[in-house]
């Protein structure tokens, strides 16, 4: 199967998106920040919707668990 | 609390006192509603069996409540169908509750289809289920419960089964060709074989408590994840008969079992829950840990599992029972061909192979939902409230929640028994689904589609012309294994099967011509659109397994 991930830069003007990411953050603790993240996740993921990319992001994401 | 219902008495069995070994086709261990089913399901086709019970009352703890559409089928060929339609509650409609909000997140719907004449669900208490099947057993010259008979050892040969049952006056044995072993989540029988049953126990603990009130709740299932009345935890209320209602809470792992189980604890949590003033009695309440696990196989030889025994999940979905009565539908027919020499012993390997695959299926559905009920991590934890909260706002998150996914037929699409389509078909089934209900009219009444096939294998012809069998359907009736076929009638000729609301033939994509073959457990094996006796033939040697070499390991 043909990869469906795409992994080159995509993002225009990434400096402002990354700030973005970052200053939706602020001033939140740990768990706060966990629970806004996993619902960033929820929405990014129904936005890709297809599950062969999906699942090429979860095998990716895999990767980077620490080492045991 | 509630009492015991009844007893039945321990009657002597005559093998005690004589000095030869009786022997019986097939002994079933356990008259739960999986082993009374299966006694009930051998009797339909000609065998003869003993049920076993080391104990003399039916289920007395709050055990299941929510009976499938397609176990109300199965029990609607053992006799039970319709009075468990009858006395149980017909619901629709769940909501999902997530913190202190009123309102529910979302709701939802679980009418399948319309036009069959059993509803998705039915809420009953399991011991009325068991009482329906005692009587139909009761009924029976083929089947019978020997209460009070423990089977204490079990042995296998090449021949057969010999099993050693205690009794209140001493202890006797049987020998059997098949045993049948029902006998619950912690099957003695299957320890005594030494099988595995690997699965995992969820660190949780959940009180279970059925009380009678008259209260103005809908007949709907509420789950609450996170309420206020029971914090960081979830419930749930069910609706059964007789002004019953199942409740239950999530206590979490570390608990003082004793204290959570005093009736003035459980009572400040009911009342928390539903109103301070409310007035109520208990009828049951214990603490579960729940678990799910099966077998690797539950096919050994001459010993087969079934139900509990053979595969155990959390109720979360409702696929205990449920999933048990389908194994007993799946196993009937075929041990009756092979005890009746009209089968290779392969085919009951093809009961292993379909059922352990259902199972998986149940096993990984109720350990997902336990698992977003008692997510075992703070991350799984944060993962499961956004979704909650999303799904508010959001279709698309309603679809993570899961406070149970409800049982549904196991469609046995992977199934070596069916045949691959040759011709083009569209409609509901696929090869291995379960045929779909329809209202139709036998001789001009009203009746359902279901009431005509099962017990043998059965040939739905969809008539070109009035109501005119296909030339060869005689024949096939006369076979070793008898295939038996309904024509749907064209017009409305009312002597015959008619279809007329035109439902059935759209549910089977039954243009004029169309044969559909289905197994006694109403299963779709094959279908052509025309009808071809050699085709229907050897659609009937590959669903009984004459036409493949087996290996049984
Ligand atoms: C809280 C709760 C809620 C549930 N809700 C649902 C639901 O809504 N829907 C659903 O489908 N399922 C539900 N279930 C699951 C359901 O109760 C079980 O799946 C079902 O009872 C299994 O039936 P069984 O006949 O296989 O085993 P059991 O009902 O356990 O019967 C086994 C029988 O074997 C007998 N036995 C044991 N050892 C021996 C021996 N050595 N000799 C002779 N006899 C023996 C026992 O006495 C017993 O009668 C629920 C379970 C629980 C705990």
């Not at chain 1, 806004?36 to 668990?65: C, F, P, V, W």
């Not at chain 2, 539950?298 to 079934?306: K, N, T, Y």
């Not at chain 2, 025994?309 to 409702?318: E, I, K, Q, T």
Request: hydrophobic share 40%; glycine share 8%; with cysteine.
């Amino acid at each position: 199967m043909t990869k469906k991930l795409r992994t080159e830069p995509r993002i225009e003007d990434p400096d402002d998106f990354y700030a973005g990411l970052i200053s939706l953050h602020e001033g939140l603790d740990s768990e706060q920040s966990q629970s806004l993240n996993s619902k960033l996740i929820l929405l990014m993921a129904n936005h890709i919707g297809d599950r062969q990319t999906l699942d090429e992001l979860l095998a990716l994401a895999h990767s980077y668990r620490p080492q045991e | 609390m509630r009492g015991v219902r009844q007893t039945y008495p321990f009657v002597k069995p005559t093998e005690l006192d004589s000095p030869e070994r009786a022997r019986a086709p097939v002994i079933i261990v356990g008259a739960g509603p999986v082993g009374m089913a299966m006694g009930l399901d051998l009797d339909r086709h000609g065998i003869r069996n003993i049920i076993l019970d080391d104990d003399n009352k039916v289920s007395i703890g709050s055990r299941a409540i929510c009976w499938s559409k397609r176990v109300l089928e199965i029990m609607d060929r053992l006799g039970c169908g319709e009075r468990m339609l009858a006395k149980g509650v017909q619901w629709n409609l769940g909501k999902v509750f997530f913190g202190d909000e009123k309102e529910p997140v979302y709701g939802f719907n679980i009418l399948e289809q319309e036009d069959q004449q059993f509803p998705g669900f039915v809420n009953l208490q399991q011991y009325y289920v068991e009482e329906y099947l005692i009587d139909e057993i009761d009924r029976s010259a083929l089947t019978g419960i020997r209460w009070e008979n423990e089977v204490v050892a079990v042995e296998q040969t090449d021949a057969g089964v010999t099993v050693t049952i205690g009794t209140p006056q001493g202890e006797y044995k049987l020998d059997c060709d098949y045993l049948i072993a029902a006998d619950g989540s912690n099957s003695p029988v299957r320890k005594m074989l030494g099988f595995e049953f690997d699965g995992e126990t969820f660190q949780d603990h959940f009180l279970i408590a059925d009380i009678k009130m008259k209260a103005g709740f809908p007949t709907e299932r509420w789950f609450w994840f996170d309420p206020p009345f029971n914090r960081g935890q979830s419930a749930l209320l069910h609706k059964q008969p007789d002004d019953v209602w199942r409740l239950d809470f999530q206590l979490g792992w570390d608990i003082d079992r004793e204290e959570e189980l005093k009736l003035e604890n459980i009572s400040r949590r009911i009342r928390a829950m539903l109103g301070e003033s409310l007035e109520f009695e208990f009828e049951w309440a214990s603490i579960y840990t729940f678990q799910c696990r099966q077998m690797d196989r539950f096919v050994h030889d001459r010993i087969i599992f079934i139900g509990d025994a053979a595969h155990l999940v959390s109720p979360f979905g409702a696929r205990g029972a449920n999933g048990g009565l389908q194994d007993v539908d799946n196993l009937g027919w075929k041990l009756a061909l092979v005890l009746n020499d009209n089968a290779p012993v392969g085919l009951l390997e093809s009961y292993n192979n379909e059922r352990v695959i259902a199972a998986r299926e149940n096993v990984l559905n109720s350990t997902r939902a336990t698992d977003f009920i008692t997510p075992k991590s703070t991350t799984s934890r944060i993962f499961r409230d956004s979704a909650l909260e999303l799904a508010r706002e959001f279709e698309f998150a309603r679809r993570f929640v899961n406070s149970g996914r409800l049982s549904v037929a196991c469609v046995l699409d992977q199934s070596e028994l069916n045949v691959m389509d040759s011709d083009d078909f569209g409609g509901d089934l696929v090869p291995g689904s379960p045929a779909l209900d329809a209202p139709v009219t036998i001789n001009g009444e009203e009746s359902w589609f279901l009431k005509t096939i099962g017990k043998q294998f059965t040939g739905v012809y969809f008539a070109t012309d009035g109501t005119q069998a296909p030339d060869g359907a005689a024949k096939l009736e006369a076979d070793a294994i008898p295939v038996k076929t309904i024509v749907v009638a064209t017009g409305d000729e009312t002597e015959t099967l008619v279809d007329h609301k035109g439902i059935l033939e759209k549910r089977l994509d039954g243009e004029p011509g169309t044969y559909c073959l289905f197994r006694p457990d109403q299963h779709l094996v094959a279908r052509w659109r025309d009808f071809d006796l050699q085709a229907v033939r050897s659609a009937v040697a590959e669903a009984t397994m004459h036409t493949h070499t087996t290996d049984t390991t």
